[in-house]
């Protein structure tokens, strides 16, 4: 199977200056991701298996760093019109696929995007998501998620048309236990589907997950959400968790 791994990644940020190139636990936060990429070509790599990462972005320092580590990987070059802060981030997958295959003139089966700052995803949670896709042969779109603490049905509000506020979706349910069971997205991983990827039609979409475990991934969109997260990583590192991307 040939597979695309993508870093997609600015050069601003509003929440955390420089959030792409920061400094995590003493290395660049993107090394961890570049680690587990080595890791998955280490073990999936050959038998004409064509497994290369192509790495979007309009930031010098981040080629830099990424350079510095010597990992192999394709350069493409963020349009300006996909460097805005709304644009989706899907587009700017697929337009580093269709980049990639006219210059290498191949095609890819699966595109699998790691957000470079999760620092403690694993190759068994990228090797999951991957699964997901390849061991179901409806899905065509994949992604990473961890249990919700809190249910749109029971205990999320948001204001209403006549400016108060209730529940995110009206039901009738007392208690969380009885819910639909709820997982919140964590922009670790995704994994799609050539087909899905330059299409993405929505009524064609069939997803599943993979569940990481909470509270390895938080979005760092503050430098307390920094702080918060380099303190977890030294505790499950002192815990002998997660020492093989240390």
Known sequence: MNILFTVCARAGSKGVVGKNVIMFCGRPIVHYTLEIYEKYVKKYGGNQNIIDLAVN??????????????????????????????VAKGEVIRDTLLEVEKNKNCEYELVVDLD????????????GTICQVTQNEKCNFAYSVVESRRSPYFNMVCKNETGFYDRVISSNYTARQQTPECFDMNASIYVYDRDYLLHMNIENRHALVWKMEDSVVLDIDSENDLKVMEVLTRYYWEQGKYLDIK
Do not use: H, W
């Open 57 to 86: 972005t309009d930031s010098k320092r981040l080629l830099e760093q990424i350079d510095s580590k010597e990992t192999e990987y394709i350069f493409v070059k963020r349009k300006d019109e996909l460097a805005g802060d709304i």
């Open 116 to 127: 470079l700052t999760s620092p403690l995803r694993t190759l068994e949670d990228v090797e």
